[in-house]
């Protein structure tokens, strides 16, 4: 047998094999239901930050009244500060597993007090809140969770013929919502907060004619998260 001969004979088996091997590769495999269902919107399990937009309706509780000198014995009481609406934003990170999240959030809201019929008073509050949540059926499309909260609160009050006040200490309160995934980066969540006001009395304002404090903060919200 002389080259040529051994060279056409490795050719013609190396020809044979791949067509074996491109033949079984061209075999049609069966498909179940579960290799043709659309997976559900799933995120990672790894830590991933975000950031969001919020806004909603405020209720402040505030007790305000006139006083007679430098006191805090209210005469007549202002009506309390009126639902109002508010706006804010987040910034944080979920947990690796996506169980948890911690975040900051900034509120800034504005209401108003009436005394016999008439505006009065205008207060604005700024709320800085650490919060931490735990996040329910974390691997679900649907998510309620449960949190709480801690933080700082600056006031400013002030009415024509009144005069000014600022309140501002730490606050702590809770909060709970549901969300819901909408792609793997975006998600939405409605819920409720209520934050609570630390250490302060009733105190007068600087024209000594009203006395106020604020009591505590309650919002009903509606929030949109992109998440990296």
Not at 81 to 101: E, H, I, K, N, Q
Request: charged letters at 15%; proline letters at 2%.
């Amino acid at each position: 047998m002389n080259n040529k001969t051994v060279i056409i004979s490795a050719f013609t088996a190396l020809l044979l094999s791949n067509s074996a091997q491109a033949a079984e590769s061209l075999v049609l495999q069966p498909v179940s239901d579960s290799t043709v269902a659309a997976p559900l919107i799933k995120f990672d399990d790894s830590t991933h930050y975000f950031v969001g937009v919020t806004g909603g309706s405020s209720d402040i509780s505030m007790t305000a009244g006139t006083v007679n000198g430098n006191n805090n014995i209210l005469i007549n009481h202002f009506s309390s500060p009126d639902a109002a609406g508010f706006v804010g934003a987040d910034l944080g990170f979920y947990t690796a597993g996506g169980a948890g999240r911690i975040y900051y959030s900034w509120q800034k809201m504005s209401a108003q007090s009436d005394l016999d019929g008439a505006k009065a008073i205008e207060t604005d509050v700024t709320l800085h809140l650490l919060n931490a949540d735990y996040i329910f059926r974390a691997g679900k499309t649907i998510n309620p969770f449960i949190g709480a909260h801690l933080g700082y609160m600056i006031s400013d009050t002030k009415g024509e013929g009144y005069g000014s006040n600022s309140q501002s200490g730490e606050v702590l309160g809770i909060q709970a919502g549901v969300a819901w995934r909408i792609s793997n980066h975006i998600s939405a969540e409605i819920g409720l907060r209520h934050t609570a006001t630390q250490g302060e009395d009733v105190k007068p304002w600087s024209s000594n004619k009203v006395a106020s404090q604020i009591k505590s903060i309650s919002t009903g919200y509606a929030s949109l998260n992109y998440r990296f």
